[in-house]
């Protein structure tokens, strides 16, 4: 078999590094290797190839196929000396076996033998001391480019002298035989963590390539002392000291970490994933990964024109006999998506690295209507509400989800961590104890009734609610407890009206409130059970 290597500037690179990666990944051949493509040189060959369409902004329109959100039902990690003590084992965190494990691997990698690949280096983790080196292949250009967008991109220096942690192969045209593969379908996603091997098929959804690099960090770095954290980050500055103020915002996809963490007013250090070492914060990625559902330029200006050439649009549609997006339209499903670079959004910090943060923001998409818009957290109930992770699973972020469900993901991101909760919330629970940072609850989603019945919350009231706790600007208000959940609700907020920080003065039928209060609560307690996890104290 003949190699192709399609490849530009990957020729001024020392030594034939496409060999090398294929010897890395552990193919022997393919039958075209694009190895290490420019985005420009990534958004022709998808074009060529029938992959997308420009949109009139430059942007590539493309479709994921069937699956259009992750399948976290069809994640598996390989059981292991290693890993066999330290998974946290079950519904989420599914084990695989080794030798099933090495079958697939090796059928995976005969397979792409006969196709045309494409092949880059990328790096997870702007911290230097904490990086993880990814080799990953893809068989869609468009995949490429996603990886080219999320992922840290090596120099060529760095290309030059790469040696991988990780290798991933994503291969959609690839199915599984559930009775020879050990899968429960045809799609999969196997992380081998002693191996550093990351196996994707079945499925075209990109968001799977990066939840699984996520999930290999969130086991590896609580080791060498670091908290993985599912959340977004941006800097200001402190308004009573003029130094940097970090403020973390945790939430399941759909709760609004990207879109919160999009402030003009602060730098972005990332939208989605990042490490708390004993230095500071630091993104994991190199991109954004926003839902786009109903976008308009004038509530999100700073993603809205971060779509331009190089980005992606995920399975969005055309206005009829136009390039244009029809962000409205979720025909297709409401996960859609864009997937960017960061330093696309203006007031990107770079390096994406910051200091210890000074506000922690939990953002929940209450689908009963009852918790308050902002509240104040203590620290121990911090770290209840963190193992708690109470949202409602937005539509289409997972395959067959079709409209809010209340749901409890501890960490808020239970779905990428495979060691026990309470290992990430002890550490975050000292890092907290240990620099003073202040804790908010805040309610993105609806208000005045559940789902189908009350409004879901205005982004505007959110946004002056968030703004007012990382200016100082609460700390001058009374607050009140709340009479089922204990939390402390501030009883007026500049620019926000008074009777929407009180969730029960929005009802029309307050019985009602306190009925759906307390179901809310029984919930919260049953919830608690399941985990084993006693009240945690610092």
Request: a negative charge; glycine letters at 8%.
């Amino acid at each position: 078999m003949i190699v192709e290597n399609v490849r530009s500037h990957a020729d001024t690179i020392a030594g034939d590094q496409s060999d090398r990666a294929l010897k890395f990944l552990k193919i022997s051949d393919v039958a075209e290797l694009n190895f290490q493509l420019s985005p420009a040189e990534l958004v022709e060959r998808a074009l060529l190839n029938r992959e997308g369409q420009l949109t009139n902004t430059g942007a590539l329109m493309c479709t994921t196929g069937r699956f259009t959100g992750r399948s976290p039902k069809d994640r598996y990690i390989v059981r292991d000396s290693r890993t066999d003590s330290r998974v946290d084992w079950g519904a989420v965190n599914r084990p695989f076996d080794e030798k099933q494990f090495d079958r697939l691997h090796r059928k995976m990698c005969h397979f792409v033998e006969y196709q045309r690949v494409y092949v880059r280096y990328a790096v997870a983790g702007a911290d230097p001391r904490y990086q993880l080196k990814l080799c990953i292949l893809t068989t869609s250009a468009w995949q490429n480019l996603f990886c080219a967008n999320m992922f840290l991109r090596p120099t060529e220096e760095e290309i030059a002298l790469f040696e991988p942690d990780f290798t991933i192969l994503a291969v959609p045209e690839f199915l599984a035989h559930p009775n020879e593969d050990g899968t429960r379908g045809e799609n999969f996603t196997v992380l081998n963590l002693s191996k550093r091997v990351i196996l994707i098929g079945g499925t075209g959804y990109a968001g799977e390539i990066k939840k699984g690099v996520f999930s290999a960090l969130n086991f590896l770095l609580p080791a060498q002392g670091v908290l993985p954290m599912h959340c977004s980050a941006n800097v200001g500055t402190n308004a009573h000291t003029g130094e940097p103020a970090v403020a973390l915002f945790f939430g399941l996809s759909g709760t609004g970490k990207t879109t919160l963490s999009a402030d003009p007013e602060r730098g972005l250090i990332g939208d989605d994933e990042h490490g708390w070492s004993d230095e500071g914060v630091y993104n994991f990625e190199g991109g954004c990964y926003a839902k786009v559902i109903d976008l308009t330029r004038l509530r999100e200006q700073q993603i809205y024109d971060a779509i331009r050439y190089g980005a992606i649009v995920e399975n969005t549609r055309f206005l009829p006999n136009t390039h244009v997006v029809d962000y409205a339209d979720s025909s297709i499903t409401e996960n859609t998506r864009t997937a960017y670079p960061i330093d696309f959004i203006e007031q990107a910090v770079s390096p994406s690295i910051g200091g210890h943060p000074h506000t922690i923001f939990f953002l929940t998409c209450d689908a009963f209507g009852v918790l308050p818009p902002i509240s104040r957290l203590t620290p121990v109930q911090a770290m209840d509400y963190f193992v708690l992770g109470y949202t409602a699973k937005v539509a289409g972020t997972e395959m067959g989800v079709t409209e809010p469900q209340a749901t409890f993901s501890a960490c808020f991101g239970a779905a990428f961590m495979p060691l026990h909760p309470t290992e990430y919330a002890r550490m975050l629970g000292q890092k907290i104890h240990s620099h003073g940072v202040n804790v908010w609850l805040v309610n993105t989603g609806w208000t005045g009734g559940g789902y189908g019945v009350g409004q879901r919350m205005k982004l505007e009231y959110t946004r002056t609610m968030i703004r007012a706790a990382l200016s100082g600007a609460l700390a001058a208000v009374s607050f009140v407890e709340h009479p089922v959940f204990g939390l402390s609700m501030p009883t007026s907020c500049p620019g926000v009206p008074t009777d929407l920080l009180d969730p029960r003065q929005t009802w029309v039928d307050p019985l009602a409130y306190d009925e759906k209060a307390e179901v809310l609560h029984a919930l919260f307690v049953e919830k608690r059970q399941p985990f084993a996890i006693p009240p945690i104290t610092l």
